[in-house]
């Protein structure tokens, strides 16, 4: 069990830890691959062009990557299980909406009062798709497809032409998007504290290192004694309360919240997470990876529109950089397999 | 409701269809009540008889159509008529509409304003109408022009560019690069504005100073919207002013400049709705954008039935009536009536409108 994440988990360190262990380690590492590349990104883009990183400059990119960031990590949750939720978009766009239309029908609810609703709002729609897929038994990539176009029509039929407006909103309540705190606006720390808190429970906890055996070898994990079911539930629970912390989050940024909102935000959010390092085929990769990922992509767009290149390239470069990911995916993961075996071999 | 279905069995499943069944019942109710309110039958006084003017939109429930209806309703009591109603299709398909017409021309209704969701599904039922004595006239999209009388149109596509021009040159002081922020690359109103604005800027010495340094496509969508205007800001640090004439556009660019360091420095103009941009223009990010007022579409539509009906016009080139409060329209060629010319909105006025 633990030999298998250990090969699967590129980021444990190896045992004859010492000071080259620790540079080797380093460089294993999935997310340094991101991170030079998004060093890079900027310094170049900076180069060109110094506006990119003006306070208002800087302000903006880590407002872009916010709330990606935070769609990325619940995603990654259920990625590593082997799962995908692709009704993230319209699980946003629902709670955007409901956002939207609670502070029209109380403008005097307490802020942190919307949170928690929103939040529980998206958890009731993750718990929709965790429990679909858990008991039917069917690939969430289908269940998901479903949910996404049903949520998606609710939304449909609860907002109709009607949209609600920036000015509709409390103003402190849109100043979260605006103000910041030692450079960062709040809504962006209030992303990395969801960071933070879930890379330390899936690497420090029981139920964080199960999700990544149930990913490994679903039916080991079975033998193992691992509730597979109600961990995978709550990890479609976990990504529904983060895509409504999104949505509540994009009613506070963003101007209008409609039938509309969250659109195709799906596949960027399985791009942020792949490019980060997650792979696809579940048992590896990290939140942080994930969440570098969404810096980067949003980051990408940013730049390439401060150095005036022409933005219908752009999707042609999130795409190779989709294929980077995966290809460097392979590799690592072909050469620890070799490795694995020679030890092995030599131990016997 | 499928799972209180299997635990139910039988008498669940007919009690789901007698619920099915009462809301159905209900919402017909909800209609048909809808529709006897919307009747006005308060003034004969103007003293047109009893002619009866009925406006048949693509769709109900569309917030920008309640606006035009109500114009319309506004225009049908001020014109004459005795009474006014609204009917249609809850969705905007191209067949919807032909009941209702036929229903019209059972009632003998004396005028149908319509906006067709097909130039020419609605053909055939409208003859039928005309031949029944009933004026047709057409407004915001037009029918095949054989099938009506008249077709009341917002606005020339020309002054709607040139408005724009001519708001953001105001507001840069007449100097300085701007830039454009459209919605998708190959929206044809968009690209036909975008046009005539070019070719003002180009030909016109009023604005030799001005330089348009960049056109971007927000693609209608918020968040890209909103990225694309941060792209402009570092692109192009010496500008001025960003025009953007489609409503998505102009709101996420608003929303933008408001929450960064360039409100007040950079100037934003276009189209846009009063209801998203009325905390933009308080707050000083916008002074002044445009849109055509879509309650004066209805209100000339309203007028135009009259004079058709009265004999004052016959929908010819030259014909020339008068529309309330809004003055003179002439009919030119083709039938077409144009309500323009763009309306815009500012402080002073903005809290006038709600649409």
């Known amino acids: ?348 | 409701m499928m799972l209180n279905r299997k635990n139910k069995g039988r008498t669940g499943r007919l009690g789901s269809m007698v619920a099915i069944t009462a809301v159905a019942a209900l919402a017909l109710t909800a209609c048909n009540s809808g529709s006897a309110s919307s009747t006005d039958t308060s003034s004969p006084s103007a003293g047109g008889g009893d002619q009866k003017i009925t406006f048949i939109p693509k769709q109900l429930n569309n917030p920008y159509t309640d606006v035009v209806l109500g114009g319309g309703k506004k225009g049908a009591t001020e014109a004459g008529f005795a009474s006014s109603q609204v009917v249609g299709p809850l969705e905007a398909s191209a067949s919807s509409q032909v009941s209702f017409i036929n229903a019209e021309t059972q009632a003998g209704t004396n005028v149908i304003a319509i906006a067709a969701n097909d130039p020419d599904a609605v053909c055939t039922a409208l003859g039928e109408a005309r031949s029944a004595g009933a004026k047709i006239v057409a407004f915001d999209s037009d029918t095949n022009p054989d099938c009506r009388d008249i077709f009341i149109s917002q606005v020339v596509a020309k002054d709607v560019a040139l408005i724009q021009t001519k708001l953001i040159s105001e507001q840069i002081g007449g100097s300085g690069e701007i830039a454009i922020l459209s919605a998708t690359a190959n929206a044809t109103n968009q690209n036909e504005w975008i046009k005539y604005m070019e070719e003002e800027l180009a030909s016109n010495p009023a604005y030799k100073d001005i330089k348009l340094v960049a056109k971007v496509y927000g693609d209608d969508n918020d968040t890209k919207s909103f990225q694309e205007a941060q792209g402009l800001m570092q692109a192009h640090p010496n500008l001025k002013g960003i025009i953007s004439p489609t409503t998505v556009g102009i709101a996420a660019t608003a929303r933008y400049l408001s929450t960064s360091a360039y409100k007040g420095k950079v100037a934003l103009t276009g189209l846009g709705l009063p209801n998203e941009m009325r905390p933009f223009v308080k707050d000083g990010t916008v002074k002044e954008f445009a849109l055509w007022d879509p309650a004066q579409l209805g209100y000339v539509a309203a007028f135009a039935g009259k004079a058709l009906k009265d004999g004052k016009i016959t929908g010819a080139e030259g014909d020339t009536f008068t529309a309330g409060e809004l003055g003179e329209r002439k009919v030119e060629k083709g039938g077409l009536v144009i309500v323009g010319p763009p309306t815009v909105f500012n402080a002073e006025n903005i809290d006038k409108y709600n649409f």
């Open chain 1, 1 to 348: 069990m633990s030999s298998a994440l250990d090969h699967k988990n590129a980021t444990t360190p190896a045992p004859d830890a010492g000071a080259r262990g620790a540079v080797a380690s380093l460089l294993r590492m999935r997310e340094l691959p991101v991170l030079i590349a998004l060093a890079l990104l900027v310094l170049v883009t900076y180069l060109i062009n110094p506006l990119f990183l003006t306070a208002q400059g800087v302000k903006d990119l880590l407002l872009n990557a916010t709330i990606i960031m935070i769609l990325a990590v619940g995603q990654t949750l259920l990625i590593i299980t082997r799962n995908i939720d692709l009704s993230v978009g319209s699980m946003l766009g629902l709670v955007a909406f409901g956002t939207g239309s609670l502070f029209s029908a109380m403008p005097d609810v307490p802020i942190i009062a919307v949170f928690v609703i929103g939040m529980a709002f998206g958890a009731l729609l993750g718990a929709v798709n965790g429990a679909l897929v858990t008991l039917a038994k069917v690939p969430a990539l289908v269940i998901t497809l479903g949910t996404l176009y049903v949520y998606r029509g609710l939304n449909n039929a609860w907002a109709g032409g009607k949209q609600y407006f920036a000015g509709d909103r409390p103003e402190e309540f849109g100043a979260l998007s605006v103000n910041t705190f030692l450079g960062f606006p709040v809504i962006t720390l209030l992303a990395i504290v969801v960071v933070i808190a879930v890379a330390i429970y899936m690497s420090g906890t029981r139920p964080g290192r199960d999700l990544y055996a149930i990913g490994s070898d679903p039916d080991a994990a079975t033998a193992f004694g691992i509730k597979v079911s109600k961990r995978v539930f709550l990890a479609f629970l976990a990504n529904g309360a983060l895509a409504g912390l999104a949505g509540v989050l994009y009613a506070s940024r963003f101007n209008s919240v409609g039938a509309t909102t969250g659109t195709g935000m799906e596949l960027t959010v399985v791009a942020a997470a792949v490019v980060g390092g997650v792979a696809i085929f579940g048992g590896s990769g990290s939140v942080t990876g994930a969440a570098l990922g969404a810096v980067l992509l949003t980051t990408i767009t940013s730049s390439l529109t401060a150095l005036r290149v022409d933005k219908f390239w752009q999707q042609a470069i999130v795409g190779v950089l989709i294929l980077t990911a995966i290809i460097i995916d392979r590799v690592a993961s072909l050469r620890t397999a070799k490795k694995l075996r020679i030890s092995e071999a030599r131990n016997v």
